[in-house]
T-cell receptor
Framework: DAKTTQPTSMDCAEGRAANLPCNHS???????VYWYRQIHSQGPQYIIH???NNETNEMASLIITEDRKSSTLILPHATLRDTAVYYC?????????????????FGQGTILTVHP | DSGVTQTPKHLITATGQRVTLRCSPR?????VYWYQQSLDQGLQFLIQ???????AKGNILERFSAQQFPDLHSELNLSSLELGDSALYFC???????????FGQGTRLTVV
């Protein structure tokens, strides 16, 4: 699986958009970008994923650059409850095999702190 | 609530003992994953099953084993426990092998 690079920490004011960047310059054509977050010691929560088109759901938007070497997760109106560790993960897609078959490899993530 | 149920929520046991952690996946999910999260390490992938068969393996210790049963629930067995095995153990499930996975709230294991 391709490696990802994220900033260690970021701050955001409540009510403002939080833009979390992720670099994945070695991503392969069949690899998806996934975002999860973990609030304190709770189980990681799925946010969104995409291959090459921008994606939006009720939680967030995912913007993937045209060359797919980087992406940005956008929380449009951050709240205090969005304070968490955010993980950007590159994961092999369907049709692949081998030992990386479907697994999600978590890095250190970005600690997002939303301030009042 | 992700729909993934893990039991027990907390477990305290002594070194050398054996424990079993249980995971019930979301209804309709065929794939189950196990992860370990200790204080000094991030989320470490242990193993993945799909419809009863092992599909991917991480750095799972030989003292640990897992299986997925015909009813799709999964168990993670940890034996000859050491202090360093104290951690949060998470289970996740997904419909397929490559679809988004949803995590349970974890089992906190403390080895004393």
């Amino acid at each position: 699986d391709a490696k990802t690079t994220q900033p260690t920490s970021m701050d955001c004011a409540e009510g403002r958009a939080a833009n979390l960047p992720c670099n994945h310059s070695t991503i392969s054509g069949n690899e998806y970008v996934y975002w999860y977050r973990q609030i304190h010691s709770q189980g990681p929560q799925y946010i969104i994923h995409g291959l090459k088109n921008n994606e939006t759901n009720e939680m967030a938007s995912l913007i993937i650059t045209e060359d797919r070497k980087s992406s940005t997760l956008i929380l449009p109106h951050a709240t205090l409850r969005d304070t968490a560790v955010y993980y950007c993960i590159v994961r092999v897609g369907s049709g692949a095999g081998g030992t990386s078959y479907g697994k999600l490899t978590f890095g250190q993530g970005t600690i997002l702190t939303v301030h009042p | 609530d992700s729909g993934v149920t893990q039991t027990p929520k907390h477990l305290i046991t002594a070194t050398g003992q054996r424990v079993t952690l249980r995971c019930s996946p979301r209804s309709g999910d065929l794939s189950v994953y196990w992860y370990q999260q200790s204080l000094d390490q991030g989320l470490q992938f242990l193993i993945q099953y799909y419809n009863g068969e092992e599909r991917a393996k991480g750095n799972i210790l030989e003292r640990f084993s897992a299986q997925q049963f015909p009813d799709l629930h999964s168990e993670l067995n940890l034996s000859s426990l050491e202090l360093g095995d104290s951690a949060l153990y998470f289970c996740a499930s997904s419909v397929g092998v490559f679809t988004e996975a949803f995590f349970g709230q974890g089992t906190r294991l403390t080895v004393v």
